[in-house]
């Protein structure tokens, strides 16, 4: 009987069983037993023990060495976002150098005209120059950033693909345990980045978007600015930052020169108040600072608001004197027009027309709101 179960039992260290088990020492993992036994673990033990958990093992399945190709895709994509990462870092900082560069050049610029100087001063005037030059370098980043968005763009469709692929091969005959594994930590991977792209595009379409804006409303006040160092005085920041940007409502379109309407008849102006009437008894009238303030105001209260700019000639003298006057009252309506939009008040919201009146004992240009 002792016999039988002896050969039992060699006939059960033959089977399979549930458990395998390996020899460690050729894993290498353990030295001899100090109980002159070799040591036993299960299979995925051992596994676990050749190589670290994120590792990627080759295995040489047909699954390994897709394994290792997206493996490889995967660190390129890697070094690619970072590379884009450092680029955008780069381009942000660009940016504010340039932005500090134009306020300190605007602020000395502004000190300047606010105590007075002589019109067109040419040192002012080559400090516009420099501001506007500062103010290209940040529409530059802004076009290189928009380049470099559809490059991270790009790197996002490669992530989500990786992704895809990783979890396609999952399903895959052919690959051992180990494969699995690795696959698990190639789409972990993968996930973090597609959410690293993400992010980084996000970053650059806020910088995008803050910056274009930034940049919009500084080509205004630069222009308002031109117009107070070719005057000698200060006005302030344009009216279209101060009012049309926050409420952009209201923006009737006119036919006519500079949207206006035709010629109205005298009517157009009896029971109406003017905002500003500026006469043209002199050369030279100073009429800017005060254009300057009083539409403003208007536009803080209601920048829904439209203008009239109605030029009035008067009606005393020959019928020569009369056309020369007409024609002269058109002249300076052009030029005030000019002003206002040269102060950022888009051309849309100005009707340009011209009368005689005999209200008028010299040419007069009159605004009205609207």
């Not at 033990?45 to 590792?55: I, L, S, T």
């Not at 005057?231 to 101060?242: A, K, L, P, Q």
Request: aromatic share 4%.
């Amino acid at each position: 009987m002792g016999m039988a179960f002896a050969a039992l039992a060699a006939g059960l260290g033959g089977c399979t069983t549930v458990a395998r088990t390996v020899n460690t020492a050729s894993f290498g993992l353990l030295g001899n037993s100090n109980a002159g036994a070799a040591p036993t673990t299960t299979y995925d033990q051992a596994v676990q023990r050749a190589a670290p958990a994120n590792a990627i093992v080759a295995t040489g399945t047909v699954v390994g060495q897709k394994v290792e190709r997206i493996n490889n895709d995967l660190g390129r994509l890697r070094d690619t976002i970072a590379a884009q990462r450092q680029s955008t870092n780069q381009i942000k900082a660009q940016t504010v150098a340039a932005s500090e560069a134009y306020h300190g050049i605007v602020a000395a610029l502004q000190a300047r005209l606010q105590v007075g100087t002589t019109p067109g001063n040419p040192l002012l005037i080559e400090q516009w120059n420099q501001a506007q030059t500062q103010l290209d370098s940040v529409t530059t980043s802004v076009n290189t950033l928009g380049q470099l968005a559809q490059a991270v763009s790009g790197s996002a469709s490669a992530a989500s693909f990786l992704l895809s692929e990783t979890q396609a091969a999952m399903g895959l005959s052919g690959g051992i345990d180990q494969d699995r594994a690795s696959l698990v930590v190639l789409a972990d991977q993968a996930s973090n980045l597609v959410g690293q792209v993400e992010k980084l595009m996000g970053d650059i379409s806020d910088q995008i978007s803050r910056q274009t804006v930034y940049v919009a409303g500084e080509r205004g006040n630069l222009t308002t600015l031109a117009l107070a160092v070719r005057n000698g005085e200060i006005y302030g920041e344009s009216i279209t930052t101060r009012s049309f940007t926050a409420s952009r409502v209201g923006q009737t379109a006119f036919d006519g020169a500079g949207g206006g309407a035709a010629a109205p008849p005298s009517s157009a102006i009896n029971g109406r108040r003017a905002l500003v009437t500026i006469r043209f008894d002199h050369d030279d009238v100073a009429y800017q600072q005060a254009l300057y303030t009083a539409v403003s105001k208007v536009l803080e209260q209601r920048p829904q608001s439209g203008f009239d700019l109605i030029a009035l000639a008067p009606t005393a003298g020959t019928a020569a004197d009369i056309a020369s006057n007409q024609s002269r009252s058109k002249r300076f309506a052009q030029d005030v027009l000019r002003t206002l939009t040269d102060m950022g008040v888009p051309s849309n919201k100005v009707a340009l027309s011209a009368i005689t009146s005999d209200q008028a004992a010299v040419n007069e240009v009159r605004l009205y709101v609207r």
